[in-house]
């Protein structure tokens, strides 16, 4: 082995010095008969992992195939190793590579499936992307005999026309069936959109249930995802208590909705800027807040603190100069005290009830700053929405309340699946005639 990889490392360099002379117009090294990029089997295998890591590059980053093509990203390739110089590809070629790796991913992915000992739950989840582009993603999950759990994406496919359950219905059912798992699969996995009660009962149809060689029992085998059943009682809670505005869709839910962190809702902006326009010395209340909500009132601080570099700079150095005065009022009575790191308030996205806890736990953290902000003597945009006592209070039992967000995190394993699930096809496991060991 360790001779093998030396001869590489020799060819490789061979190669180098090759492409060197080439393009110095020199005369060609001693020894360079065999290249690594020649027709010889360590050659073919370099270029082979060169394509391949490639493919794989321009895929996972969703880059354009157009990059190849790239004159700085080409002369960086060469710079790195000049003897690619003859194997660099054109956008056409790198497509036609892709598809093919496809084909027989595609081919592979059968085998696997149809091989495996134990039972499938089908996910599925129709989306419409940002051009307006309506797809439907399928996903299968099952338990390994070293009782993993596993999972993957098994076709992604535009949807045209309406997303009706029975249009989902044939997609899923053609893919079933393309694949051989008609008689693996266990579970249906959706979330409680109304559609997906056809989906269920067309999909049967489809399948040819019920039949001695299919498991999978419509009735019993269609698992809500329980993520999404969280998220509608949140969301009721959250619009009874005034927290989000009236008139929200409680119905939508984002797939990551669970993946969303503390980072993600630092980096959300508004929709609008109309706090931009708002007068930093007028006392004028909006019309759209309602004052009874203490979530409202932090919304729209939020809303103006990030509607201005300069806004933002004021509520920094506000909340630094609370820190010093509390870190000199500590050292004056001996008492340790860790200052906190600044940072900016969150703005929250209001069909995400995980952001509002984001939200409000910052604000709950930055609270002596946003009362500054709301007495600030020059500054009177704030003062309509400043907090009570039993504001603050109303705040933290609300964050107490949505705490719970972390328990929804731990119901997916990855994307897509939840924990009903999976118990799901452990059970299932155990009765398959599959390893129990």
């Known amino acids: 082995m360790q001779d093998w990889h030396n001869a590489i490392w020799v060819a490789a360099e061979q190669a180098d010095e090759l492409a060197r002379s080439r393009a110095n117009n020199t005369n060609f090294p001693a020894g360079a008969k065999i290249s690594i990029l020649g027709s010889s089997e360590v050659g073919e295998t370099y270029v082979d992992v060169f394509y391949k890591k490639l493919v794989q590059w321009i895929v996972m980053r969703n880059h354009p195939f157009t990059e190849i093509e790239d004159e700085d990203f080409q002369d960086f390739l060469l710079h790195l190793k000049p003897a690619l ?7 056409d070629a790198l497509r036609n590579r ?44 099952w338990i390994t005999d070293q009782w993993k759990h596993e999972e993957t994406l098994i076709d992604f496919r535009e949807l045209r026309g309406a997303h009706t359950g029975q249009n989902m219905a044939e ?27 056809t989906l269920v009962a067309q999909l049967a149809n489809a399948l040819g249930c019920p039949s001695s060689q299919i498991r999978w029992d419509s009735s019993k085998g269609h698992i809500w995802c329980l993520p999404h059943v969280i998220h509608l009682a949140v ?12 008139g929200t869709d409680v119905q939508s839910h984002i797939d990551d909705d669970t993946l969303f962190t503390e980072e993600d809702a630092d980096n959300v902006v508004a929709e609008d800027d109309r706090e931009a326009h708002e007068d930093d010395g007028v006392k004028k209340i909006d019309p759209m807040i309602n004052l009874k909500s203490a979530c409202n009132k932090i919304r729209k601080i939020s809303r103006i603190v990030w509607s ?34 600044i940072k900016n308030l969150v703005l929250d996205v209001v069909t995400r009830w995980n952001s509002l806890y984001y ?43 949505l705490k ?13 699946f939840c924990s009903r699930e999976r118990v799901f096809l452990v059970s299932a496991r155990f009765g398959s005639g599959g390893s129990q060991a």
């Open 85 to 91: 110089s003859d194997h660099l590809i054109q956008a």
């Open 98 to 141: 892709i598809f093919g790796h496809a084909g027989a991913q595609r081919q592979w992915l059968k085998s696997y499936l149809t091989s495996i000992p134990g039972l499938l739950a089908i996910a599925c989840d129709a989306w419409t992307s940002s051009n307006r582009i309506a797809f439907l993603a399928i996903t299968a999950s």
């Open 171 to 197: 997609e899923v059912a053609s893919v079933i069936s393309e694949l051989g798992i008609k008689d693996k699969v266990l579970a249906l996995v959706s979330d409680n959109a109304s559609n997906n009660g």
């Open 235 to 246: 969301m009721a809670l959250l619009l009874g208590i005034n927290a989000i505005p009236a």
């Open 308 to 341: 201005s570099p300069q806004r933002i700079e004021l509520f920094k150095t506000l909340a630094t100069q609370i820190e010093e005065d509390n870190e000199r009022q500590a050292k004056s009575r001996n008492r340790p005290y860790i200052k906190k790191r």
């Open 359 to 401: 939200m409000l736990e910052r604000a709950l953290e930055f609270q002596e700053a946003i009362d500054a902000l709301c007495s600030h003597h020059k500054v009177n945009i704030y003062h309509p929405y400043s907090l009570s006592d039993s504001d603050w209070a109303a705040v933290a039992q609300i964050c107490g309340w």
């Open 404 to 416: 719970f967000r972390g328990a929804t995190q731990k119901m997916c394993l990855q994307k897509g």
